[in-house]
């Protein structure tokens, strides 16, 4: 199957500093990409969905100028997270869709576990 | 999009059969039925889809009645390894967003 990977698998950082995670799509080239995040014993909740070349679409109650989100290439997105605050703490998971034929469903990453102190 | 409707948790012993049972009284023609599995800390897996009747893989079985307001993801013989939530999601062929419900979360018991 279509494998996607994140790097960090996780990180801690102090508050008011800036993330980036990264999401890349390992074989496949994936035309379009989705962050989620996700809150202990909570589920997926979509934040914003990327094309290749374009600009992210956000979902309503996520702040675009705090989460950047960045696709310049089929196979890889990145989520920076910025002035980070103890409340961005969080699972953040991507995955990616696209470049398998006649495959209609997403890939998700192992996600990224975000420690703000 | 079609609001879906699971149990919070359930339990079962090794070696059983379980049923998880997803109500989505207002799904659309379009629209298929997804099943996604989710161990603690990673990403949710994709388990299986269907649109009706019933379908079957390697790792389970989907059973979706004539009027579709309602699927059972059925999984044979369980062990340890299957404790994780599981999602069911409805949406539309080719539709790019996935929306996740609140899950059940399994706990299979030696």
């Known amino acids: 199957g279509a494998v996607v990977s994140q790097h960090p698998s996780w990180v801690i950082c102090k508050s008011g500093t800036s993330v980036k995670i990264e999401c890349r799509s390992l074989?496949?080239?994936?035309?379009?990409m989705f962050w989620y995040r996700q809150f202990p014993k909570q589920s997926l909740m979509l934040m914003a969905t990327?094309?290749?070349?374009?600009?992210?679409?956000?979902e309503q109650g996520v702040e675009k100028d705090k989460f950047l989100i960045n696709h310049a290439s089929l196979t890889l997105s990145t989520l920076t997270v910025t002035s980070a605050h103890p409340e961005d703490s969080s699972f953040y998971i991507c995955?990616?869709?696209?470049?398998?034929?006649?495959?209609?469903?997403?890939?998700f990453g192992p996600g990224t576990r975000l420690t703000v102190l | 999009l079609a609001k879906t409707t699971q149990p919070i948790s359930m339990d079962s012993y090794e070696g059983q059969e379980v049923n998880i049972t997803c109500s989505h009284n207002?799904?659309?023609?379009?629209?298929?039925i997804t099943w996604y599995q989710q161990f603690p800390s990673q990403g949710p897996r994709f388990i299986i889809q269907?649109?009706?009747t019933k379908v079957t893989n390697e790792v389970a079985s989907l059973f979706i009645p004539a009027d579709r307001k309602s699927s059972t993801l059925s999984l044979p013989r369980v062990s340890l390894s299957d404790t994780a939530v599981y999602y069911c999601?409805?949406?539309?062929?080719?539709?790019?967003?996935?929306?996740f419900g609140t899950g059940t979360r399994l706990t299979v018991i030696p």
């Open positions: 995955s990616a869709r696209g470049g398998l034929a006649g495959v209609d469903e997403q890939f």
């Open positions: 074989d496949f080239q994936a035309t379009t």
């Open positions: 990327s094309n290749e070349g374009s600009k992210a679409t956000y």
């Open positions: 207002n799904i659309a023609t379009n629209d298929y």
């Open positions: 269907g649109y009706k």
């Open positions: 999601l409805v949406r539309p062929a080719g539709a790019n967003n996935l929306f």
